[in-house]
């Protein structure tokens, strides 16, 4: 089956750190770029980064720049968020995505509207003041 599942969300409070995993199964992972998604109660989805397995390049949008990496491990087919310094603001539903064509990922990270060929459901990250 084809699919991404995501893990590691929960409670923290401010300032700590927490790790998403997204594993990928039923599919060539090094063929796809695999990006980062969050949506916040009565906020649009936004994208947060992006990782292109084959080339390790990665691309973080400017609200989380210096605080969030990105990285893959092939062999285990999953890609990781490691969320450093949290704030309230960085509550939301984190979702992972992949798709082939990594310039059509990018361009839906950095806001355009359009499609992504897989996403995983999800995992909530509730940070406290």
């Known amino acids: 089956e084809v699919q991404l599942v995501e893990s590691g969300g929960g409670s923290v409070q401010a300032g700590d750190s927490l790790r998403l995993s997204c594993e990928a199964s039923?599919?060539?992972?090094?063929?796809?770029?695999i990006a980062w998604f969050r949506q916040a109660p009565g906020k649009e989805r936004e994208g947060v980064s992006c990782i292109i397995s084959y080339d390790g390049s990665t691309f973080y949008t400017d609200s989380v720049k210096g605080r969030f990496t990105t990285s893959s491990d092939s062999a285990k087919k999953t890609v990781y968020l490691h969320m450093d310094n949290l704030t309230p603001e960085d509550t939301a539903r984190y979702y992972c995505?992949?798709?082939?064509?990594?310039?059509?990922?990018?361009?839906?990270?950095?806001?355009?509207?359009?499609?992504?060929?897989?996403w995983g459901q999800g995992t909530l990250v509730t940070v406290s003041a």
């Open positions: 995505a992949a798709d082939t064509v990594a310039s059509r990922l990018l361009a839906v990270v950095g806001g355009t509207k359009g499609y992504v060929e897989l």
């Open positions: 039923g599919f060539t992972f090094d063929d796809y770029a």
